[in-house]
């Protein structure tokens, strides 16, 4: 990918005239909305809609129990990869023995390859719902749509198009708007939990905070921070430039947030119209994206399933390269290969190897006869082993002078970090629980 010295990357703008303030907020936005947009992925819509199809309004509340968490995570992932200039995997190299590396990352990896398998299987299948032709096809025709943007668009006109892409999430909103939702009884089921210890319940449950607090998205937007600092001249890892902190720590937070608000308000609706629709009328299964948006039709009209179904399919090419990315910054800093989206493919090689390989990989999963709702379930369990262990590492790390001199967390992030490991933790054992009972 190609950079000759254009100071304007993705999160941040050129100083050379002052920015109108709508547009100026824009250009803050960067790693932090693409990595929330990217968690509405195709087999977080399944899992959004069975919740919704499964329990109605009952798990509403669920998003914004999950917000604060959700920010704090990806902020810390965010600090650690501006202050120190590596990304996840790379400052586990550097501060922790090898094996703890390998395993983290092997974990995220086939986790990523399963997901990319289910989210280009889902476009494809949703695309079929569009368009005549077999679905197949589709899906071949978007994992290589999505291998070749990523590998033959430079990064820093990729990341344009990846944040357009985000405006395709509303999709989700306005079908509940158009299903004149939400209703009082939606209102109060958002506001006064109603939580139970029903098998069934806490694994819903689980399978939504491991399908919104993703490991794969700890890797992506501490690399984009990396990438950001390597793109642009004037600035260098927080470590190295104090001086650039506070406006930085601001951009983040900013930006942070912004991103997981949009992310949970998207999972919120799309729970909400699948309460609205599917469970009104006695559809309590849902386990494909797909399979919800050819529900919809009948219960709320063409137009509402349209929306759907392209969201579907504008999401998945929103997270494929933010799965495959992931899982090739982590690889590349694992071995200490050159890693960056802006590189053209033969100045990192390896870099490019893994990107491919893992998409490949999980486009072919789609032809070995492995069940998508399998596929979809084992993704979830996987990423949920992964988040606690990895937020452990990312705590233990974001509370080192080693790794942040002087940039070591606030009292309340730490405790938000040291929170949602906790929560992420005992969820992982309650997936597990709730498997073998």
Known sequence: MKNKGNQKDAGNRPNKYKASEPEAIIWKLGPGLITGAADDDPSGIATYSQAGAQFGYGMLWTMFFSFPLMAAIQEISARIGRVSGHGIAGNIRLHFPKPYLFGIVLLLLTANIFNLGADIGAMGASMKLLLPGPSSLYTIIFGCISLGLQILVPYTSYVKYLKWLTLSLFAYIATAIFLHEPSWNAI?????????????YLAAFIAILGTTISPYLFFWQASQEVEDVTLNKREKPLKTAPEQAPSQFQRIRFDTLIGMFFSNIVAFFIILTAAATLHAHGITEIQTADQAARALEPLAGRFTFVLFAAGIVATGLLAVPVLAGSAAYAVSETFQWTASLEKKPNRAVHFYMTIGIAT????????VHLNPIKALFWSAVLNGVVAGPVMVFMMLMATNVDVMRQFTLHPYLRFAGWLTTIVLLLASIGMFVTMFR
Not at 190 to 199: D, H, I, N
Not at 360 to 367: A, C, Q, R
């Open 188 to 200: 109060r089921a958002t506001v006064v939990p109603s939580f139970s210890l029903r098998g069934e």
């Open 360 to 367: 490949l990989l999980g486009l072919l999963l789609n032809f």
